[in-house]
């Protein structure tokens, strides 16, 4: 497990160092993230956003370092996913969307930006919770739903793992709780 890997290589680290919009990487940089135990946190909105203008800027190969999810995951680094609200919109579907089919809202570009970086509904989940939760040094407190901690979780109105694609953004939240409490309820 990449935590497990993490602090046993790495056990008189003063913290879990990570860097913050790893937006654009020399891709030659991407296995240096699990080889010095640095996270990686980034939006998967971002790229959504980016697509439009990113090689017009950088140029195709500095482009294919851009939100390079799956080689990262695959060198064996951590990602830890966010939203940057109010910078993009706070709704974690769009995220999970952006990050498995690296497409905007009307499915362009066909097939996703560079799809070789998009990652599975897991990976895509499990970087907005547990690795999140992990990178924030609150692994024991949130991120899953397990005997002692906050009992944070959300009711879907369709199963995020099951539905289309082009449907995972559209999914609504019928239910918020937090402490195990009730704090949103849909009518």
Excluded: C
Excluded at 37 to 57: E, K, L, N
């Amino acid at each position: 497990d990449a935590y497990e890997k993490l602090i046993e290589e790495f056990p008189d680290s003063p913290g879990r160092h990570r860097i913050e919009h790893v937006q654009v990487l020399h891709l030659q940089d991407i296995p240096r993230f699990a080889q010095i135990g640095i996270i990686a946190a980034m939006q998967p909105t971002h790229a959504s956003s980016d697509m439009y203008w990113a090689v017009d800027r950088l140029g195709d190969e500095r482009s294919r370092g851009a939100y390079a999810w799956r080689s990262l995951l695959d060198s064996g680094a951590i990602l830890a996913f966010g939203s940057d609200f109010p910078v993009e919109e706070v709704n974690p579907m769009l995220g999970i969307y952006a990050a498995v089919t690296r497409q905007d809202g009307q499915g362009w570009p066909q097939g996703g930006w560079y799809p070789e970086q998009r990652v599975s509904r897991e990976e895509a989940i499990r970087a907005f919770t547990l690795d999140a939760a992990f990178a924030a040094f609150m692994e024991d407190e949130i991120g899953s739903l397990e005997v002692g901690k906050r009992a944070d979780f959300i009711v879907l109105d369709r199963d995020i793992m099951t539905v289309p694609e082009v449907e995972i953004a559209q999914i609504k939240v019928e239910q918020t709780w937090l402490d195990g409490k009730p704090v949103f309820l849909r009518e």
